[in-house]
């Protein structure tokens, strides 16, 4: 049997699979252990500067929660630590690029919304189907800093799936692109990040991150000292010179 989870790298990218086609890649236990285990991974994976995640076959990234184990084991409230969540229960400063390659519902879609880029298929769909089956999804509040009010209404009480098109338009995804081109988008996307400066591209990913978090007065302090770090490191003095002697910058991230 195929672990429910790969992790490979490519270059300096992580790539994690979820990898269960027969199942839509749903949230399973064996599922949810190996994404944890991955994220951690990446987390601490210093060859990783980006990650990408994304689902097996062309059916489904992920259909989100197991219902069939649901019924099984009556689950009740899963609780914060349920699933790993970057950004909630796994931590890192690292990019994390969705490639959604089909479904992506309930717990699915909360995994594209976990990443900080998001690049779609064509024929994907994203949606909140809990409404339908009588769960819930407290892992949906991030969308107030993501879409406006009625769009986050729209999903949560109808209960329908959106097109990859769609979702594009109310700010939910990066890139549309056909199937055969997904992949190849978001390496693309994953390598153009880890090609920029480290430094930079973490403190944004981190202020970008709290500017959601925080007030706007709050989030101008913290900005500036996220950023003092980038201005005061080798990095900061070798961008400008390689402009200046017109060569590719060789980042060192300090």
Known sequence: M????????????????????????????????????????????????????????????????????????????????????IGRNIETDKVLVAAVNGLALGGGFMMAQMADLVVAAQHAVFGMPEARWGRGAPWSVPLAHMVPQRIWMELAVLGQPISA???????????????????????????????????????????????GDLGLSEAWDAADELFVEVYESEDAQEGPRSFVEKRPAHWKGR
């Not at 672990?3 to 990218?13: F, K, T």
């Not at 190996?34 to 994304?54: K, M, N, P, S």
């Not at 880890?194 to 991150?209: D, G, W």
């Open 165 to 211: 098109q769609r979702a594009y338009e109310v700010g939910l995804v990066n890139r549309v692109v056909t199937s055969d081109q997904l992949m190849d988008t978001a390496m693309d996307m994953a390598r153009t990040v880890a090609a920029n400066a480290p430094l930079t591209v973490r403190a944004s990913r981190r202020m970008i991150r709290l500017a």
């Open 2 to 85: 195929n672990a429910p989870v790969d992790y490979r790298i490519e270059g300096s990218v992580a790539v994690i699979t979820m990898n269960d086609p027969d199942r839509r890649n749903a949230l399973s236990q064996p599922m949810r252990s190996g994404l944890r285990q991955a994220f951690e991974r990446f987390a601490a994976d210093g060859e990783a500067l980006v990650g990408i995640l994304t689902g097996a076959g062309e059916r489904a990234f992920c259909a989100g929660g197991d219902l069939a184990e649901m019924s099984e084991h009556q689950y009740r409230a899963p609780g914060p630590d349920h699933v790993a969540i």
